[in-house]
């Protein structure tokens, strides 16, 4: 069975810094996804971003990037250049990549406080 | 294009009575997901639905949830009796199956079940 531990619970970080969020999974497959999702308060869930297992290169998406580490099952996330509406539960996620189900386990999530 | 639709928002009732929740999908995802988030804590998977089809129920206390998704298209859950422990977001999500390329889940604005 697949489990996605996040072993912070909670983080700040003041406006305009860079911060760093950390995930680390287990898992016997060789082929699968790894998410990054947003939860604003009291708003929906929304997909940061994504990396393939099988790319070696990390993920980027404007302010936000990843720093994968298959053979250690690290997946961390770092925000550059922070923002107030960055202010939400970030939690780290895992999908198999060829399962019939597309099946997310959750890690229990981060806590991100941007303060200005 | 319109997002997952849930309702209602925000639901109290005493243990021991039985409530439901709908979701509507985004228009033409064939899967549908139902997710039961505990204050504190990640997501955890209760059904999967592809088209009116159950892929996934494992993780679904199959005693007092039970879930639908007639016609392929809306879907309901339902919780009877429920407890006190089943107070948690119970969040809907849905995705395309589209060959060949990621399918990304889109989330519900999630129903928040408080059973006292």
């Known amino acids: 069975a697949q489990t996605v531990t996040q072993s912070q619970p909670e983080m700040s970080v003041q406006e305009a810094e860079t911060v760093t969020l950390s995930c680390t999974y287990d898992?016997?497959?060789?082929?699968?996804?790894l998410f990054w999702y947003k939860q604003p308060p009291s708003r929906q869930m929304i997909l940061v971003i994504r990396q393939e297992a099988y790319k070696q290169q990390n993920a980027t998406e404007n302010r936000f990037s990843v720093n994968f580490q298959k053979a250690a099952k690290s997946f961390s996330l770092k925000i550059s250049d922070s923002q107030l509406g960055d202010t939400a539960m970030y939690f780290c996620?895992?999908?198999?990549?060829?399962?019939?189900?597309?099946?997310?386990?959750f890690g229990q999530g981060t806590t991100l406080q941007v303060k200005p | 294009e319109a997002g997952v639709a849930q309702s209602p928002r925000y639901k109290i009732i005493e243990k021991r009575q039985s409530v439901a929740f709908w979701c509507n999908p985004i228009s033409g995802h064939a899967t549908l997901y139902w997710y039961q988030q505990i204050l504190g804590q990640g997501p955890k998977l209760l059904i999967q639905f592809q088209n009116n089809g159950v892929v996934d129920d494992s993780q679904l206390p199959k005693d007092r949830f039970s879930a639908e998704r007639l016609k392929g298209v809306d879907s309901t859950l339902k919780i009877q009796p429920a407890k006190l422990e089943d107070s948690a977001v119970y969040l809907c999500a849905s995705s395309p199956r589209l060959a060949g390329t990621f399918n990304e889940q889109f989330f519900g604005p999630g129903t928040r079940l408080t059973v006292l």
């Open positions: 898992t016997s497959e060789n082929n699968y996804y």
């Open positions: 996620a895992f999908m198999r990549y060829s399962s019939n189900t597309g099946k997310l386990i």
